[in-house]
């Protein structure tokens, strides 16, 4: 893995809580429709993103091998390493002391990392590699 697909963890703190409000009419991005007044409960981004707090982490993403699946340089992944990664899921993994997100794939008992981008080939875990998935990405934050 190049030093461009490399992660930088990030805290995750759910112990503070600041809600916004949270409008429930939806916002068009076509021609402008009429606004309601109408404001839902306050969104709390905790109870949003982090289903459990004592087993999830945040890591900023770099490289492009996920953007297919809508992950781009910069953003922002929530991990959850209480989840059991299923076939299908994106997974943050460590791949020979390597960190890596990949969509997981299990065929016949064998796991197989498959990137969101076709310049980027399929990695196939083989028994003799080190590999650990080290939790389920849940969700992804970007800044504009």
Known sequence: MSARDRLT?????????????????????????????????PLDFNELLISNPAATFAVRIAGESMTGAGLFPGDIAVVDRSLTPFNGCVVLALIDGEFTIKRYRLKAGSVTLQPENKAFRDLVIAEETAFEVWGVVKNAIRML
Do not use: M
């Open 9 to 41: 963890f990030l805290p995750v703190h759910s112990g503070t809580r600041l809600a916004v409000p949270f409008v429930a009419s939806r916002a068009a991005c076509g021609f402008p429709s009429p606004a309601d007044d109408y404001l839902d409960r």
